[in-house]
């Protein structure tokens, strides 16, 4: 109720005079900024605003210590040095009230959204500008401040994009639209959350989607590279501000996947429509039909948004480039297998550019008769195309004997006495290609596979490819 108060006085506060916000634009890569004043026409032209570029506004979030985080000069030269579009770069400091009580630092939010839409307003009424071509990119609580601009702004017409990076979660995780960012408050918003896991009921990312496509990078409830153990490499590098640098790590991952974006144009990530990770986990949705997929940060494809919001999963690394290629591999083994057994193998893969040795293969439960098995691969290069797959039974001699005990145990079906695991073929389908393949063992003749054995598989869809085309 103290926010529908402070809105309301603001709204009528048409004639803002001063802001507490300060706006900061940055003609070059590394400079520290140039304040531009509400109605002061000449700081846009002395800041070297230019009209007719669009113009992209960083609003960073909470503060603990009153400084600006370093991200934000990273973000500001990523953006003025890599884009083929040149852009106005701004900023929103509104940090001396985000250094405050959480509490009262979310009741500003609305104060300072309030004023990034009145400087968004007298920008279109002092150059020939328009809020269509501004770019808002808020971090936690600034992701906030960016949904509150984009419907302060009022007027027919929305702002063009907000990215929420790591949206905040405490006091907005079930809020109502109106009172968070959500997908009204922009004609396109993404989100990418990366620190949702709770504790005590509370996260310090926003769970739920609030945008038009929101991204779950590895999940999004937390990331690759910040395990707790690195809390006691930070004991020593930041002593009692550990516990800060250990929550920010998978907090900021978001910031540093979108810089990623911008510092790295030919490793663009792609993420795909998905209910949840455990579906991901399985391969079960690289799929890019009918808008399902898209390209994770700043170069995100706009367009064909609906009112509601996708969600979007990917893997990435640990560090940048954060890019993985993500694989769908589906086998079956055509045994009759009655009592579950749970072995362990390996696959090679050799693409035309890279070889990638034994990867793990956790097939979850034990192997059962004639279940088809699905699993997500993703490798941190580019192998080119796929071209041999080595697939091994990796336990050992001692484990040979019990399977062997095992199979004497195992009443096997009529028809040919198998006496190893079966494993006619493997699909593939890689999700940034979108191509699908066929691998089948070399050897046809013999396709019993023992512990500790390796088989060969090769691409054996093309010949029927090339048919399928003739009969076309
Ligand atoms: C409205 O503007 C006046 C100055 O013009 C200021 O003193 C007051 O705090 C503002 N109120 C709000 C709610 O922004
Ligand atoms: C503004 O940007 C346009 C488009 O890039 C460019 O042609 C023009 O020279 C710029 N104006 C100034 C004053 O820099
Ligand atoms: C497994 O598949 C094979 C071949 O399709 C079939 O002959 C066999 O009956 C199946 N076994 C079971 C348990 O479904």
């Known amino acids: 109720e103290p926010f529908e108060r402070s809105t309301r006085a603001a709204r009528k506060n048409e004639t803002l005079q001063e802001t507490k916000t300060r706006f900061l634009l940055f003609e070059g890569a590394t400079d520290r900024g140039c304040q531009i004043q509400l109605h002061r026409a000449d700081t846009?032209?002395?800041?070297?605003?230019?009209?007719?570029?669009?113009?992209?506004?960083?609003?960073?979030?909470?503060?603990?210590?009153?400084?600006?985080?370093?991200?934000?000069?990273?973000?500001?030269?990523?953006?003025?040095?890599?884009?083929?579009?040149?852009?106005?770069?701004?900023l929103a400091d509104w940090i001396s009230l985000a250094q405050n009580h959480y509490a009262v630092a979310v009741r500003n939010t609305r104060l300072v959204g309030q004023e990034v839409a009145a400087i968004l307003r007298w920008l279109e009424e002092s150059a020939p500008f328009s809020r269509s071509n501004v770019h808002l990119i808020g971090y936690s609580l600034g992701a906030h401040v960016s949904g509150f601009a984009g419907s302060y702004i009022g007027g027919k017409h929305k702002i063009g994009r907000i990215t929420g990076l790591d949206a905040a979660g405490p006091m907005f995780e079930g809020a109502s639209p109106n009172d968070r960012l959500s997908p009204d408050d922009a004609n396109f918003v993404d989100a990418i959350h990366t620190f949702t896991r709770e504790h005590m009921g509370l996260s310090v990312g926003i769970k739920e989607p609030v945008a038009h496509y929101d991204f779950y990078p590895n999940g999004g409830s937390f990331q690759p590279?910040?395990?707790?153990?690195?809390?006691?490499?930070?004991?020593?590098?930041?002593?009692?501000?550990?516990?800060?640098?250990?929550?920010?790590?998978?907090?900021?991952?978001?910031?540093?996947?979108?810089?990623?974006?911008?510092?790295?144009?030919?490793?663009?990530?792609?993420?795909?429509?998905?209910?949840?990770?455990?579906?991901?986990?399985?391969?079960?949705?690289?799929?890019?039909?009918?808008?399902?997929?898209?390209?994770?940060?700043?170069?995100?494809?706009?367009?064909?948004?609906?009112?509601?919001?996708k969600q979007l999963f990917l893997v990435t690394r640990a560090q940048a480039p954060f890019k993985v290629y993500h694989y769908q591999f589906k086998i079956q083994f055509l045994n009759q297998i009655e009592k579950p057994v749970e072995p362990t193998f390996t696959m090679s893969l050799l693409g035309t550019d890279l070889e990638i040795q034994k990867i793990?293969?956790?097939?979850?439960?034990?192997?059962?008769?004639?279940?088809?098995?699905?699993?997500?691969?993703?490798?941190?290069?580019?192998?080119?195309?796929?071209?041999?797959?080595?697939?091994?039974?990796?336990?050992?001699?001692?484990?040979?004997?019990?399977?062997?005990?095992?199979?004497?145990?195992?009443?096997?079906?009529?028809?040919?006495?198998?006496?190893?695991?079966?494993?006619?073929?493997?699909?593939?389908?890689?999700?940034?290609?979108?191509?699908?393949?066929?691998?089948?063992?070399?050897?046809?003749?013999?396709?019993?596979?023992?512990?500790?054995?390796?088989?060969?598989?090769?691409?054996?869809?093309?010949?029927?490819?090339?048919?399928?085309?003739?009969?076309?």
């Open 44 to 90: 846009l032209q002395q800041c070297g605003f230019n009209a007719s570029l669009p113009l992209v506004m960083i609003i960073h979030g909470w503060s603990v210590d009153g400084l600006l985080e370093d991200w934000i000069w990273q973000m500001v030269a990523a953006l003025k040095s890599q884009l083929a579009r040149p852009v106005n770069v701004a």
């Open 225 to 309: 590279g910040c395990h707790f153990l690195d809390l006691y490499k930070h004991i020593t590098k930041h002593g009692l501000n550990a516990f800060t640098q250990t929550i920010k790590c998978a907090h900021e991952r978001s910031v540093h996947l979108f810089i990623d974006s911008l510092e790295h144009p030919n490793l663009q990530s792609t993420a795909y429509l998905c209910s949840g990770m455990d579906s991901f986990s399985q391969g079960l949705c690289l799929d890019c039909k009918k808008g399902r997929c898209n390209t994770l940060g700043y170069h995100v494809r706009q367009g064909g948004q609906s009112k509601k919001s």
């Open 360 to 472: 793990p293969i956790t097939l979850g439960e034990g192997i059962t008769s004639n279940k088809t098995y699905s699993f997500l691969i993703t490798l941190d290069s580019d192998i080119g195309e796929l071209l041999k797959i080595k697939f091994k039974w990796e336990n050992s001699a001692v484990w040979a004997n019990v399977w062997n005990t095992v199979q004497t145990i195992i009443p096997w079906g009529r028809g040919p006495l198998y006496s190893g695991l079966v494993l006619k073929n493997i699909r593939v389908k890689a999700g940034e290609t979108q191509k699908r393949m066929v691998f089948c063992s070399e050897s046809m003749e013999d396709l019993q596979l023992h512990p500790t054995q390796e088989k060969t598989f090769v691409r054996c869809d093309v010949n029927s490819k090339k048919m399928k085309r003739k009969n076309r």
